[in-house]
């Protein structure tokens, strides 16, 4: 680059002229802009395609949307403890319908139906907590009438011996 003062030749982007000393200023690059300003406020006629395999498994027919979680997981082990720990037919009857629903989830979502695969994920996570908690609800209940009913027997046993 030449110094605008006195003429001499510097080295490219110099700040000062090696010579006389002057400023050297640079025109600034225009900036470029990611949007185009004038078409950045104004409403777009097409609307926006995702790519093809923008999902993160590749999936095609999801139109590049990650399906909800499902709950199939907790809903089966809320129904293997409820029966395992002989719980209340209430809490196993909702662990299966659980089970459907979240099973439900997939199918509906890769059909389509985002939805409907929403509120199946919703009814099953509704119905896994609901489960869990009669479950809790009916092993508290009878672990408090088995320790009442073992107290009952002891106390009449001290009765019977007073007889």
Not at 51 to 69: E, F, L, N, Q, R
Request: hydrophobic content about 40%; glycine content about 4%.
């Amino acid at each position: 680059m030449n110094c605008p003062k006195c003429g001499a030749q510097n080295m490219d982007r110099a700040t000062f002229c090696g010579n006389c000393g002057a400023r050297i200023e640079y025109p600034e690059a225009p900036r470029q802009s990611y949007y185009n300003e004038a078409s950045y406020n104004q409403p777009s006629s097409q609307t926006y395609q995702p790519p093809y395999a923008s999902h993160p498994t590749g999936d095609p027919y999801s139109g590049g949307m990650i399906p909800p979680k499902n709950y199939l997981t907790e809903a089966i082990i809320v129904t293997i403890i409820s029966v395992l720990c002989c719980c209340s037919p209430i809490s196993i009857v909702l662990g299966i319908i659980a089970i459907v629903k979240a099973n439900n989830v997939n199918s509906e979502f890769e059909s389509g139906n985002r939805n409907e695969a929403i509120r199946n994920a919703d009814a099953a996570k509704n119905l896994t907590i609901w489960a869990a908690v009669v479950a809790v609800v009916c092993y508290v209940a009878l672990f408090i009438i088995s320790i009442a009913t073992n107290i009952f027997a002891s106390y009449f046993d001290i009765l019977e011996s007073l007889r």
